[in-house]
Structure formats: structure tokens, C-alpha cells
């Protein structure tokens, strides 16, 4: 089975760096997702992580580390449209099936 | 760009009702999916398709069916409505291949009466 933990809520501040944490126990992995989701809106893909350490995409970048069962999303200089919720997801081995966690809503104020 | 289009926005249903949800991509993706995602609980599967006419059971299938004639549609089916099937459903496909994610439809927001 699978057991994917994220915060429920968080909070920033316009301009500032916010990193949300996700950690995973699963009976293999075969990559990590994570996902922007707009309030009322489908979930859009941020990033996928399928070997160790950080890949970079503008302000968004994800880590991840295989051998902790961690990753994070980190998202830099915060913007007001950033406000949404954070899904991160761990496929199994042989499997095309994403399993996601609860995902995290953050919010930025001014 | 890749498209995934729900038949419906937002639905009401009263209990005991049969209810189809349809799913359409355009993008000759393999995976398909079916998703209902709730406040605090997050997306749970329900059904998977991996091919036509082939699908398989999610986390929570009990009370659905799925039906794949064709490759680019997949239909959710609640054979007898339950006031706890009201959720946001959300339909996601994705192709074959190892590195791919999966892209999401709008959802459906079905309330059963």
C-alpha cells in the first residue's frame, strides 16, 4: 500500500520562499508528482521527480530524496495567485497509477 | 494541447438514479482514470483503464462501474445513486509511457438528492 503525508494548511507572505514538505511510505516507487490545484478548478502538473535531488522550473522547484521517502515543493518569490492547494503523488513500481496525497492549501496574503 | 473534457460541470441526481459520467481526451492516451476527491480525504481512485474494453479497481470501486468502448472515451457509471456519492469527480488520462503525468478534466461536482 501506499501512505503519502502532507501538511493540511499553510500560510506565507507575498514575496517570500514557501517550501511544502510531503512524505511517502509505498511498497516501491516508480516517481513523485506534484500538482497545482485552483480552488473549484482540475489539478495541473508542477513537476515530476523520479531520481534523486532538485530539478528547477522557474520559481517552482521539487526535491526529492528516494532513501527518506521525502520530497519537497519549494516556490519562490510568492505571488497572490500562488494561493491553492498542493498535491504531491508517488506511482508504484509497473504501475501507471498516481496515488496522491491529501495535498496541502496554502495561502498567500499580502 | 492536451484536452480532457467532462461532460458536465455540475449535476444533480436524485437517490436510486442511474448516473453517467463521461470522459473524453484527445490525445490517444493509453491510462485513463477516475478520481473522486472530497474535503480532507483528497483524490481516492475509483476505476482505472489501461487499454479498451480493460479496467481495473481502484481504492474505493464499490457502488461504480466503468465502461472503455473506445480509447479516448471512459465513463464513470453509479448504477444506483447514494446521497455519499455526492463528491467532485475528476477524470484523468495519461499516456504509456514511463514519464508522463497525468492530465485532468474540469470535474464534475454531482450532488444526489
Known amino acids: 500500500g501506499q501512505n503519502i503525508d502532507q501538511p493540511t494548511e499553510m500560510t506565507a507572505t507575498e514575496g517570500a520562499i514557501v517550501q511544502i514538505n510531503c512524505t511517502y511510505q509505498?511498497?516501491?516507487?516508480?516517481?513523485l508528482f506534484w500538482y497545482q490545484q485552483h480552488a473549484g478548478e482540475a489539478p495541473t502538473f508542477l513537476s515530476y521527480?523520479?531520481?534523486?535531488g532538485l530539478e528547477e522550473k522557474g520559481r517552482f522547484s521539487s526535491f526529492l530524496s528516494r532513501s527518506k521517502g521525502y520530497s519537497y515543493l519549494l516556490l519562490k518569490e510568492l505571488q497572490m495567485k500562488d494561493s491553492a492547494s498542493y498535491l504531491c503523488?508517488?506511482?508504484?513500481?509497473?504501475?501507471?497509477?498516481?496515488?496522491f496525497g491529501r495535498g496541502t492549501s496554502l495561502i498567500v496574503h499580502p | 494541447d492536451v484536452k480532457v473534457t467532462q461532460s458536465s460541470r455540475y449535476l444533480v441526481k436524485r437517490t436510486g438514479e442511474k448516473v453517467f459520467l463521461e470522459c473524453v481526451q484527445d490525445m490517444d492516451h493509453e491510462n485513463m482514470f477516475w478520481y473522486r476527491q472530497d474535503p480532507g480525504l483528497g483524490l481516492r481512485l475509483i476505476y482505472f483503464?489501461?487499454?479498451?474494453?480493460?479496467?481495473e479497481k481502484g481504492d474505493i470501486p464499490e457502488g461504480y462501474s466503468v465502461s472503455r468502448e473506445k480509447k479516448e472515451r471512459f465513463s464513470l457509471i453509479l448504477e444506483s445513486a447514494s446521497t455519499n456519492q455526492t463528491s467532485m469527480y475528476l477524470c484523468a488520462s495519461s499516456p504509456g509511457g514511463r514519464d508522463t503525468e497525468a492530465f485532468f478534466g474540469q470535474g464534475t461536482r454531482l450532488t444526489v438528492v
Open positions: 509505498t511498497s516501491g516507487f516508480n516517481g
Open positions: 521527480n523520479v531520481l534523486d
Open positions: 503523488a508517488v506511482r508504484a513500481p509497473r504501475s501507471y497509477i498516481p496515488t
Open positions: 483503464s489501461y487499454d479498451v474494453k480493460m479496467k
